[in-house]
């Protein structure tokens, strides 16, 4: 019989953990962006390295319990960390969560079970004083907890989704943090409670109404950090939802500003039209062509209209190439531009607002830092001359490519690599970074994809958004 029952406790509990270990390992390869080989590999490496780890410290039983629990943290973020190819801020907070989940929905589920095979022990026994549960009882209860823990991963992965979209490094840490050291206290919880600090002596109720309040203490406080944690978590996912759609906001509003700018320039030329005809035709007639070339200009100029203007196919990027173009002017900086769009371009103007928009933000902003170096550099003498090839630059390229809308800018750059950009070099570093999730949350509504590369002081960005399936969807 005992060698029987050692079986059991043996196969049983491997059986669950082997099913929490591939719901974990899934887990992270679907929020990892991963591979299969990847998902093989850690739950391999996990079912190991853990495995271990108990060994140990069910040999050597001096072994605290909060110093194998924190090793076994570490040994769980330490794979993630290694295994998985996303980014580090995104694996620690991927990890952190799962811990998060493990601890106290595990610990949640065991308490709550414990409390309820005490009862019914308790119960079947006659109402003797019965505080122990049974082998089978809590085996019973062991494969419940797993089964409720593997349950949790799966119903919580499609809502954890938003979390892990594209976000500031800084929020990824800030709630890796904050959901770490919720685990630390279910740490220091479990510790107490193995010790006897949870369970007090209340008289007739003897020890097992002593382990019933333990358990139960354990359930509420298990239960209120879950609750606190989903706050947490989901709040902070909302926060910034909000601030992403406030700067999408902006956007559109900055970009239906310049077009109510230029309609209203174009909207003065034409209602002074005739009085401007009138004046062209009498110096054609008096063959003043210098005087009528000069007045053409200032009519292009007062209708914001001249010669090199953009003519992509959209009034909305126009108007941005325009007003961006003015910059760049005033500030010396070249400009190259070569930009179509088709007529039936699935792509809303909206987000072809957002994703330019940006870009050119980001652009001008490196071409002004530039000039702002160069000047320092010279002594701020403002009128030395600058070589051709060392003057601020900015190119655009926007068209059709084999059903796929190809958007290319480059410019000037003092960065080192593409993930410089990563780093804020502004006075208010908490909304650094903003202009570049915008533009890629605007290419991940087309399937689009976005690549960043700086080199020999040139900085490009390439957007391929497929228009074929937009195109079906509008079907």
Not at 5 to 20: E, K, M, T
Not at 164 to 177: A, D, I, N, Q
Not at 400 to 411: A, D, I, M, R, Y
């Amino acid at each position: 019989m005992r060698q029987a029952a050692g079986g059991w406790d043996v196969f049983l509990p491997l059986i669950a953990y082997l099913l929490y270990v591939w719901r974990v390992s899934h887990f992270f390869r679907k929020h990892l962006k991963g591979t299969w080989r990847e998902e093989g590999v850690f739950a391999g490496l996990l079912l190991a390295v853990m495995g271990g780890l108990m060994a140990l410290y069910l040999k050597y039983t001096d072994i605290p319990y909060i110093l194998y629990a924190m090793c076994s943290h570490g040994v769980f973020v330490g794979l993630v960390m290694a295994v998985f190819r996303d980014e580090r801020e995104k694996k620690l907070l991927a990890a952190v969560i799962l811990l998060v989940m493990g601890s106290l929905i595990l610990n949640f589920s065991e308490s709550f079970l414990c409390c309820l095979g005490l009862i019914l022990t308790h119960m079947t026994a006659g109402g003797g004083q019965i505080a122990t549960t049974g082998v089978w009882t809590d085996r019973i209860i062991m494969l419940m907890t797993y089964g409720a823990g593997t349950s949790a991963i799966m119903l919580l992965s499609k809502p954890l989704e938003a979390v892990f979209e594209e976000k500031r490094k800084s929020w990824y840490l800030s709630l890796s943090m904050s959901l770490f050291c919720t685990v630390l206290v279910t740490d220091l919880a479990n510790w107490a409670a193995s010790n006897g600090i949870l369970v007090q002596d209340w008289g007739r109720y003897g020890l097992y109404g002593n382990q019933l309040i333990s358990h139960s203490a354990m359930c509420m406080f298990t239960g209120l950090a879950m609750a606190a944690a989903g706050a947490l978590v989901f709040g902070m996912e909302r926060m910034a939802r909000e601030e992403r759609a406030g700067e999408e906001y902006r956007s559109q509003v900055m970009c239906y500003q310049m077009m109510e700018e230029q309609y209203r320039q174009t909207e003065r030329l034409r209602h002074d039209i005739k009085n401007h005809v009138i004046a062209l035709q009498s110096l054609v007639q008096n063959r003043q062509w210098e005087k009528a070339g000069s007045y053409l200009r200032e009519m292009a100029e007062t209708g914001g209209v001249e010669a090199e203007d953009e003519v992509t196919g959209s009034l909305v990027i126009d108007a941005l190439l325009y007003h961006k173009r003015r910059q760049a002017a005033e500030k010396k900086i070249r400009w190259q531009c070569d930009a179509r769009l088709s007529a039936d371009c699935p792509v809303k103007e909206t987000d072809l607002c957002i994703i330019v928009g940006n870009i050119l933000d980001n652009a001008l902003e490196a071409c002004f830092r530039l000039q702002e170096n160069a000047m320092s550099e010279t002594g701020g003498i403002a009128g030395k001359r600058v070589e051709a090839g060392d003057e601020p630059f900015i190119r655009i390229y926007m068209g059709t490519v084999k059903k796929c809308l190809f958007l290319e800018v480059q410019n000037s750059t003092d960065l080192a690599d593409s993930q410089e950009i990563l780093r804020s070099r502004k006075e208010n570093p908490g909304v650094h970074g903003l202009g570049l999730r915008n533009i890629q949350a605007a290419a991940e509504k087309y399937n689009g994809a976005v690549h960043t590369e700086a080199e020999n002081g040139v900085f490009t960005i390439s957007i391929l958004l497929p228009l074929y399936q937009q195109a079906q969807n509008t079907l």
